[in-house]
């Protein structure tokens, strides 16, 4: 079958693959041009290269197993995809999850926001010649990944948020280490701002480039920065207020011509409001429950192993070093839901009862297994709504997982809108709209 | 002018009384589940004022592989004016797999509707341009059908010209 590009090309036009691999095409896209001298007549847009299959391999994985799935989707931002699925879960198992754990959310999926947008304008500005800003907001990011990695113990693939809560609690100096992040990223913002936002050879390339009006936006199905740089008024974090975000001051803005440098302004804008946020929930966050000194007292994991070999141990057991500890009971703070979350493993080494819990969480048929029904819920990503629609037979393992990618549907409105515009203007447009191949190809 | 939820419902149900099979609830999300053939009419009466669900926030498709009428399709609407969402749920009988497009209503649509016929083998009535739109021509099947193995292997095709 020949491309629809093909079937309407027209005389004396030419015809131009950008992609699939191309510098500007964030993953592997292909875009098809048909140009004019360098005006395009018409666009296609060709996916697909990325596709891993996420829908069919989550029907075939336990509801527990699947989470690093959801790492994988929008590499930029995995904590808000963990939670994303997470709190979808949630909803159909009518959990609620600590305040603590809230908190601890809401802190790093606005992190993760800044993440995401920081990527996505330092990409854009650097393929609009701003290299140095390119520089200075990988090393923001660096900041933040710092709170990331010692909380969750990886930069990109966490899989920290859980059903029930989240995996552990902040390390003993995160506020330290938050507050840095913080600092340096405003610097960081400061300077872009200093360096792009009155730049001419930007504002040249971006104001009222593939300017799009609210009615198309909404037609084109837009949400998160990229709809409120038209001007409408749509978050889910405040039309839907999930975890702890009614209880948080902090202001949406909007764009008003609906460009690229709309688009690249409400991102820049957004984040000021994610740091604020971030230190909103510093000062509310309640105490944390997990008692230090227990790390401090109590058996040795590896002595305590050994003597339930004999006897039944009564007494306490250190808290490991590494994350796996912290599913304890003895965390209530972050961590709840009987049946939902995994076994503590110092039960699953020293008791039989443990070890059976422990087999009841993870053999095939058993585990998490949801009421019959379907669910659909959203929270706000870093490019949309990321909306998780689950179909739930009864058993361990979903009957159906849709994801609605946020960036699928800005994306699928690229073919009209470059339409009429040069062949430079497609890369700061693709840009703006922040294509993340994971989620898109899912 | 908000309008309520319950309003909708009821005014959905005096209007398409005949194509409407039932109304449900579940997890707080309202369900409504309809003929095919209405799918088209009940859209463009959604998408007026004061309903305005001029948004289409997803279409997907299930497969119920061994049920007579075999794929569901699945329709999430949204209104902004309200905040309102609200899922539109029809069934494709295996045998006939046709039903009305809805990319002249909703630009997006257009994608949503070659996903869901790359990956179910739906087809869609007046659509523009039917193609696979994550597999590529020559790909045999629809991956997400519940009788498409998991590990199924396809042979390399040629090299496109």
């Given amino acids: 079958m020949k491309y629809r590009i093909q079937q309407e090309a027209r005389e004396g036009t030419m015809l131009l693959n950008m992609g699939p691999s191309h510098p500007a095409m964030h993953g592997t896209t292909r875009i098809m041009l048909e140009l004019d001298g360098e005006k395009i007549v018409n666009c296609e847009l060709e996916m697909g290269y990325l596709h891993r299959g996420f829908e069919k391999i989550c029907e075939n994985k336990s509801y527990f197993n699947l989470l690093i799935y959801t790492d994988r989707l929008n590499y930029v931002s995995p904590l808000i995809n963990n939670t994303g699925y997470v709190m979808t879960m949630e909803k159909m198992l009518g959990i609620d999850i600590p305040e603590r754990a809230q908190y601890i959310r809401v802190i790093m999926c606005e992190f993760s926001r800044i993440c995401d947008h920081l990527t996505a304008l330092a990409a854009m500005c650097m393929e609009c010649g701003a290299f140095t800003v390119f520089l200075y907001m990988m090393k923001a990011r660096e900041y933040i990944w710092d709170l990331m990695e010692q909380t969750t113990g990886a930069r990109m693939t966490t899989s920290y948020i859980r059903i029930g809560g989240v995996r552990s609690d902040f390390p003993s100096d995160w506020k330290e280490t938050t507050q840095k992040a913080i600092e340096e990223t405003r610097k960081v913002l400061k300077d872009c701002h200093g360096l792009i936002s009155k730049n001419k050879i930007f504002l040249n390339r971006t104001r009222d480039v593939a300017v799009v009006s609210p009615e198309t936006a909404i037609n084109y199905g837009w949400t998160g920065p990229c709809l409120r740089s038209t001007g409408v008024y749509y978050d889910v974090r405040k039309t839907y207020p999930y975890l702890v975000y009614d209880q948080l001051d902090f202001e949406v803005p909007l764009g008003e011509r609906g460009d690229n440098f709309d688009r690249y302004m409400v991102r820049m804008l957004e984040m000021e409001q994610s740091l604020r946020m971030v230190e909103q929930c510093m000062e509310k966050i309640p105490k944390s429950s997990s008692p230090m000194h227990l790390m401090a007292k109590g058996l040795e994991p590896a002595e305590a192993i050994k003597s339930s070999r004999t006897k039944r141990s009564e007494a306490e057991i250190k808290l490991s070093p590494n994350l796996e500890g912290t599913e304890k009971d003895k965390y209530p703070g972050i961590l709840t839901g009987k049946g939902y979350i995994v076994p503590p493993k110092e039960d699953t080494y020293t008791t039989i009862e443990g070890l059976i819990r422990h087999f009841k969480f993870f053999m095939r048929g058993h585990g998490i297994r949801p009421p019959k029904g379907e669910v659909y819920f959203s929270v706000e990503g870093g490019s949309g709504e990321l909306g998780f629609y689950i179909v739930s037979d009864g058993t361990d393992k979903p009957y159906r997982l849709h994801l609605r990618a946020p960036c699928f549907h800005i994306v699928s409105s690229l073919e009209d809108i470059v339409r009429g515009h040069y062949v430079a203007d497609v890369i700061p447009t693709f840009g703006s709209m922040n294509m993340i191949g994971g989620e898109l190809d899912r | ?161």
């Avoid at chain 2, 409504?32 to 309903?51: D, H, Q, S, T």
């Avoid at chain 2, 075999?70 to 609407?77: A, G, K, N, Q, S």
């Avoid at chain 2, 997006?108 to 996903?115: C, G, V, Y």
């Fill in chain 2, 1 to 161: 002018m908000a309008i309520s939820k319950e309003k909708i419902l009821e005014d959905l149900n005096k209007e398409f009384a005949d194509s409407i099979i039932s109304v449900t609830a579940q997890f707080g999300d309202e369900i409504i589940f309809f003929e095919k053939e209405a799918l088209l009419k009940i859209v463009e009466f959604l998408i007026k004022e004061p309903y305005t669900f001029t948004m289409l926030l997803d279409l997907t498709c299930v497969d119920y592989k061994g049920e007579k009428e075999r794929f569901e399709m699945v329709y999430h609407l949204f209104s902004l004016s309200n905040k309102l969402r609200l899922r539109l749920k029809t069934r494709l009988n295996e045998a006939n797999l046709e039903i009305d497009s809805l990319s002249p209503i909703f630009q997006n649509a257009n994608w949503l509707e070659r996903e869901a016929f790359d990956m179910f083998g739906v087809q869609f009535k007046g659509h523009p341009y039917l193609r696979r739109l994550f597999m590529y021509d020559g790909f045999e099947g629809h991956p997400l059908r519940k009788d498409y193995p998991l590990r199924k292997q396809q042979p390399r095709i040629r090299l496109r010209d």
